[in-house]
């Protein structure tokens, strides 16, 4: 059965803090992303990995670095919280089935909301 | 550019009609669709996917239809239940993923 995890389900933060954002998959995926969800605004890609030490920067980068030390765990950090990150942020996985990463089915996590105060 | 959308951001069902929820598509180059059910406070959850080489993929109480000269996705739900009540994405894909807003179901008892 599919499975990704969150560290968290809510956090609040204080403006400038450095917050983590922990993320883990047990099917063996290659990829791994991190979406921010706001309403009317629909899903947003901020980075994706396709490899261990790989990241690639999404629509929405500013703000977030990622890290992907092991395959199954791949971390978010907003290096100085701000109110606008105040958001819900999903972690999804998708296997390499041959489609280009970010073209395949992708499993999400049960989200992170984060309220930046 | 990728444009997906879904044609109603609600949708009432009386308990126990068959839903439709419609997704239409820009992009005449995606091959792969796919449709997700996100139930409140929770992450997006697969329900059922469908290439391009097919125009209906059953599951189980659910029916795809693709219909490729009008780019027009949808997501048949029969017999809806209270469970089903969640906003409903689809995505499309052609190199990357590209998810719609939702639709919002509320079911009826």
């Known amino acids: 059965d599919v499975k990704v995890t969150q560290s968290s389900r809510y956090l609040v933060k204080r403006t400038g803090e450095k917050v983590f954002l922990e993320c883990v998959q047990d099917m063996d995926h290659e990829n791994m992303f991190w979406y921010r969800q706001d309403p009317g605004l629909g899903l947003r890609l901020i980075y994706f990995s396709y490899d261990v030490k790989m990241k690639e920067k999404g629509d929405i980068p500013e703000g977030y670095s990622v890290s992907r030390e092991k395959k199954e765990r791949f971390s978010l950090i907003l290096e100085s919280a701000s109110t606008n990150q105040t958001s819900m942020y999903l972690c999804?996985?998708?296997?390499?089935?041959?489609?280009?990463?970010?073209?395949?089915?992708?499993?999400f996590g049960p989200g992170t909301r984060l309220l930046v105060l | 550019g990728e444009s997906v959308g879904l044609h109603l951001p609600t949708l009432s069902v009386q308990e126990g009609d068959n839903s439709i929820i419609n997704c239409a598509y820009s992009?005449?180059?995606?091959?792969?669709f796919i449709w997700y059910k996100q139930e409140s406070g929770k992450g997006p959850q697969f329900i059922i996917d469908?290439?391009?080489?097919?125009d209906k993929r059953q599951g189980q109480r659910v029916t795809v239809l693709l219909n490729k000269t009008v780019k027009h996705l949808s997501l048949q739900i029969a017999a809806t239940q209270p469970g089903d009540s969640a906003v409903y994405f689809c995505a499309e894909a052609y190199y990357k993923l590209s998810f719609g807003a939702g639709t919002t179901v509320t079911v009826r008892a």
């Open positions: 469908i290439r391009s080489n097919m």
């Open positions: 999804a996985s998708s296997p390499n089935r041959g489609r280009p990463p970010l073209g395949e089915t992708q499993y």
């Open positions: 992009n005449s180059a995606s091959d792969y």
